[in-house]
């Protein structure tokens, strides 16, 4: 089956510093990618939808500037959690459909703690 | 607004006992996912519904979609303590390929001895 990978699997960073999120399709190429956060006992929100080669397109308020997203290849999307706050401490998960799939797969997630 | 609703959000019931779980949508959609996650973990993927009248059947799980009523059901055969997790339904709108999932509010099972 389709894999997706993430990296970091978690990290730990100070308030006002920046960290950034990779998402990757191992064995298919995505047109698309999405980002999803979730609280801890809480359901999955959409954050964004990142497109390959052009603007990602973010969900109600979703602070683009805050959340930065690049998907600069059809294998690659990047999420940067700018001057991140202890408030963005969260679960982020992308996940990707193999290009003309209806169906998704997800990546393992990255625990962001910011302290 | 798509608004996709979970009940029940927790469920305790014994292991050899059978139980649903229901997954209500606000529009209409004929595709829905079912999906399962442990705790720290991502989602699992375990049913992918696309028409009215889906039935899918995985060990003691199944799952049914009735587009008209905007319903979906997760029901749990002779449940096993190996089966406690969060499991969520989610529906894309607008459907097509590469859309975006809206996600139910999630029903946490536990399965007691």
């Known amino acids: 089956g389709a894999v997706v990978s993430q990296h970091p699997s978690w990290v730990i960073c100070k308030s006002g510093t920046s960290v950034k999120i990779e998402c990757r399709s191992l064995?298919?190429?995505?047109?698309?990618m999405f980002w999803y956060r979730q609280f801890p006992k809480q359901s999955l929100m959409l954050m964004a939808t990142?497109?390959?080669?052009?603007?990602?397109?973010?969900e109600q308020g979703v602070e683009k500037d805050k959340f930065l997203i690049n998907h600069a290849s059809l294998t690659l999307s990047t999420l940067t959690v700018t001057s991140a706050h202890p408030e963005d401490s969260s679960f982020y998960i992308c996940?990707?459909?193999?290009?003309?799939?209806?169906?998704?797969?997800f990546g393992p997630g990255t625990r962001l703690t910011v302290t | 607004e798509l608004k996709v609703e979970q009940n029940p959000l927790f469920l305790s019931m014994q292991e050899g006992k059978n139980y649903t779980i229901y997954c209500n949508y606000s529009?209409?959609?004929?595709?829905l996912y079912w999906y399962r996650q442990d705790p720290g973990k991502s989602l699992e993927s375990l049913f992918v519904?696309?028409?009215?009248?889906a039935v899918k059947q995985e060990g003691r799980l199944m799952a049914s979609l009735d587009t008209k009523a905007r319903l979906s059901t997760l029901h749990i055969t002779a449940a096993v303590h190996d089966l406690s997790a969060t499991y969520f339904c989610?529906?894309?709108?607008?459907?097509?390929?590469?859309?975006?999932?809206?996600f139910g509010t999630g029903t946490r099972l536990q399965v007691t001895l």
């Open positions: 996940s990707a459909p193999p290009t003309g799939w209806a169906e998704q797969y």
């Open positions: 064995d298919f190429q995505a047109t698309t």
């Open positions: 990142s497109n390959e080669g052009s603007k990602a397109t973010y």
């Open positions: 529009t209409t959609s004929d595709r």
């Open positions: 519904l696309l028409s009215n009248g």
């Open positions: 989610a529906v894309d709108i607008p459907p097509g390929t590469a859309s975006k999932l809206t």
